[in-house]
């Protein structure tokens, strides 16, 4: 794996704990919380080395 | 004016974790298939002509352990001559070349000579698929002793293998502008660099292979649309032109199929039948046989167009002349493909033979495109169930 690879699944990582942070604190709207699990499946398939 | 402000939810951490598993249930369901998919092998039984598998990565070691790196079945004949390297699965979504490697892998003995083949020299598309173009993920061959499955593949690597793509993709070495996607596209990486991105990785090994082996004659096994214009057809460089056009009018006259020659563009960079050339001794062959699958205008993508080739939409431009091949009601058969590449490519060796008796390659057991046509694939792949374990591999 080259480095900017490795980069990308760091960003990737990111992203889902920024995610998930976001799903933690939602309150109000159960829309906003399906959006943000459903945006999160390919970045956790890719970080799994599914697809 | 100011969007209302929603209550809090009664319940959110228990709404959070019910959309939570749903999430993980839709995230495995969508998941193990491609999982499965992307591990699952094909048993091919090395045949009495098989001599020894090897690795790309005995070429160039930019590929060692790397699941990229490919299977090579060398198949030596007792008499020493000529050296021949087919390739199949260039694009993986263009499986006749495959079906025909494994026929080729399971019944030909070499006699004089000796044939390389990688049944899969893009190993990471053919485990990859196309979802928004709703390919199957696998397609069956019956059998006289039961069905065969394959893994349906796409023309790109997965991006598993090699990400980020790319704005635009700079060929190596000429700097021509390409699209992002073929950095994952072997037939647009040719002829590679040992540590550059990992699909030119792939073709550098083979360009080592054809250099360090003195290959003669490389064939890369394809498949186009019927609507593109450079389907059914051999394209060849200059120096592969006159092989390619005695092998095209030979199969026009005693077998029957047209498979016209295409002349390699010499200004468009990356392709087999051009970087091969140029930068090795090796005559190559691109071999392209019709796959209405293909063809955008069709209907779903199902298995069975996929082996019989049958579309009414594609019937209709036929009507229309839209094609650049003849298009009845019979459709376009995997039979009908795969009988093409075998025989265009034997027509190809014997041609290379007849010209360089020193260079000779001679081989049985391979059957040719009337074989194919009557009695379908399925009847000559062997069955694993019946072979030695050591002669299975898994591909």
Redesign the interface.
Known sequence: MNV??IF?YLITAALVCLLGWN??R?????ND??LG??V??PL???L???? | MSAPESKPLAHPVRVKIVLAVLAAALTVAGGVPLFKHRHFGTPFVAGPGVTKVIKLSDYSPGLKGRFVDADVFVMEGAEPGGKALIMANTHANEPAGYLAVKILIENAVVQKGTLYIIPTINVSASRNTKAGDGYPLYYDIPTDWGRVRFRMGTRDASPLESWPDPDVYIHYPDKQLLSYLDLRNTNRTWPGRPNGPMMERVTYAAMELMRKEKIDLAFDFHGAETMFPVTNCIVAPQKSAKFATLASMMVKAMEGFDSHVEPSPQNFRGLSHREIGDFSNTLPFLLEAPIPFLDQPTGPKTVKLLLDGKDPFLLSLAKKKKLFVSYDANGWPMDKRVGQHMSTTLEIIRQFSKKTPDRAIRLSGAPKYADLVRDGVGKYFHDPAKAEPGRIHYE
């Not at chain 1, 939602?26 to 159960?30: F, I, V, Y």
Request: glycine share 0%.
């Open positions: 900017i690879m990308y799903l933690i939602e309150k109000k709207s159960a919380m399906i699990l459903l999160m499946i956790v398939l890719r799994l080395r599914v697809k």
